[in-house]
């Protein structure tokens, strides 16, 4: 069988075996979606949202890209962002790194990676430029890696907080918190690394005074 033909055919499976243990499961799915979090990931396979936190379809709202990136221009991920808060209103908002992300690893070389791969990785090394002092320091060029995920994920947080999205969630509704958490695939273990509760400050030039 040709791989992509297994896919439906384990889909088949998947749903069979989903109405044998609730026949309403997917008529109750279909008219209703609550999310309470917005999880932004890396794209890496080994990261699925759901599987990693042990959720069920309907528990996440999902948007992911090459290493979990808020960048303000990026109208796919500020759509996901303005649905998720204004519609949905997730109470929570995720952005999960990962140890060994490819992408973090690719901005810390050299390499002309050619254009558009190059304009996305500019954003992490933007994030190395300015811990670069602590970052130049850690010599075991792994653990150089894992600390640069970690800070990649706590900038990305402060992205969503100059967001005037996520702003004026916070002065009407008080929320959602924001969370950074880093995923490690050798043992499957989340940790949180930075965190902004709802309202928390943001530096002065980025604060919308007229929402
Ligand atoms: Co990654």
Redesign the pocket.
């Known amino acids: 069988m040709q791989s992509y033909k297994k896919l439906l055919s384990d889909n088949k499976a998947w749903a069979e075996k989903m109405l044998r243990e609730d026949p309403e499961y997917f008529d109750r799915l279909a008219h209703l979606q609550t999310p309470e979090f917005l999880w932004i990931g890396?794209s890496?396979s080994r990261v699925p949202a759901n599987q990693i936190t042990g959720t069920q379809p309907g528990e996440i709202f999902v948007h992911r890209n090459v290493?979990n990136l808020v960048i303000h221009t990026d109208v796919n991920l500020l759509s996901v962002l303005e649905f998720a808060v204004v519609h949905l209103k997730v109470k929570h908002i995720i952005v999960c790194g990962?140890y060994g992300?490819?992408?973090i690893k690719a901005a810390m070389t050299n390499h002309d990676y050619k254009q558009v791969l190059n304009m996305w990785l500019r954003n992490i090394k933007d994030v190395y430029q300015l811990y670069q002092e602590e970052l130049d320091a850690i010599e075991d060029l792994e653990k150089r890696a894992d600390r640069l995920t970690e800070l990649n994920v706590k900038e990305q947080v402060l992205h969503l907080a100059k967001t005037s999205i996520i702003q004026r969630a916070w002065k009407n509704e008080k929320r959602p918190n924001l969370h950074g958490w880093v995923y490690g695939l050798k043992d499957g273990i989340i940790h949180p690394v930075f965190e902004m509760q709802a309202g928390s400050p943001i530096d002065s030039i980025y604060s919308f005074d007229d929402l």
Request: aromatic residues 0%; charged residues 15%; glycine residues 28%.
């Open positions: 890396c890496d290493a990962h992300c490819g992408g």
